[in-house]
């Protein structure tokens, strides 16, 4: 069966890096595109970044250009959020989910992973 | 402030039916489809809706989508307890280049 699994989650100081992965199984990694989406503590949904399923193309979200990088590495069935300058609002849940066909076609998500960025 | 604006909560009887509504832009509803999430608490948030009305497999037909112009809805008949949870509407916004969410809504089911 399909799933995601985000880890590089933890508490990192503002200013400093993180990277975070998200291991997929069960189907095909090279035909389908990844998101991240974040969750702040007690608030709505946020997206970060999206990857095309031939690492092509990304796109961010205004609050993580320039700071975050993602990338797809189909040899390992993983793609990275490489996050850096980090700063308080990053402060979060990161979801990883898969795209089939449309963009908002997220049918799987990963159970997440915390990143807290505090002094 | 999201993109997308959608009620803060509703509320309904178990039995009943509910809508929720999620209001855009040309730019984002008028023009590309639109997906919607539920997060029960505690959980990563799931498919319930996608290209404005497909359900995938394993969502009861108790939930449907629609969208009109500028504007999307949520249904939700023979509303159970464990339809407790956060809504998310979703959809990609030409303007921004950018995937926008609404702000969510919290359904309870009195």
């Known amino acids: 069966q399909v799933q995601l699994v985000e880890s590089g989650g933890g508490v990192v100081q503002p200013g400093r890096s993180l990277r975070l992965s998200c291991a997929a199984s069960g189907y095909t990694f090279s035909r389908h595109g990844i998101q991240w989406v974040r969750q702040a503590p007690g608030k709505g949904l946020e997206w970060v970044a999206i990857v095309w399923y031939d690492g092509s193309k990304t796109y961010y979200g205004d609050s993580v250009k320039g700071r975050f990088t993602v990338s797809k590495d189909n040899s390992k069935n993983t793609v990275y959020l490489q996050m850096d300058s980090l700063r308080a609002e990053d402060t979060a849940v990161y979801y990883c989910t898969r795209i089939f066909g449309e963009l908002l076609n997220l049918d799987y998500w990963g159970q997440g992973t915390l990143v807290t960025v505090s002094s | 402030q999201s993109v997308l604006t959608q009620p803060p909560s509703v509320s309904a009887a178990p039995g009943q039916k509910v809508t929720i509504s999620c209001s855009g832009s040309?730019?984002?509803?008028?023009?590309?489809?639109v997906s919607w999430f539920q997060q029960l608490p505690g959980t990563a948030p799931t498919l319930l809706i996608y290209e404005n009305n497909k359900r995938p497999s394993g969502i009861p037909d108790r939930f449907s989508g629609s969208k009109s112009g500028t504007s999307a809805t949520l249904g939700i008949t023979g509303l159970q307890t464990g339809d407790e949870a956060d809504y998310y509407c979703?959809?990609?916004?030409?303007?921004?280049?950018?995937?926008?969410f609404g702000g969510g809504t919290k359904l309870t089911v009195l």
């Open positions: 040309s730019s984002n509803i008028g023009n590309n489809y």
């Open positions: 979703g959809t990609w916004d030409s303007s921004l280049s950018a995937v926008v």
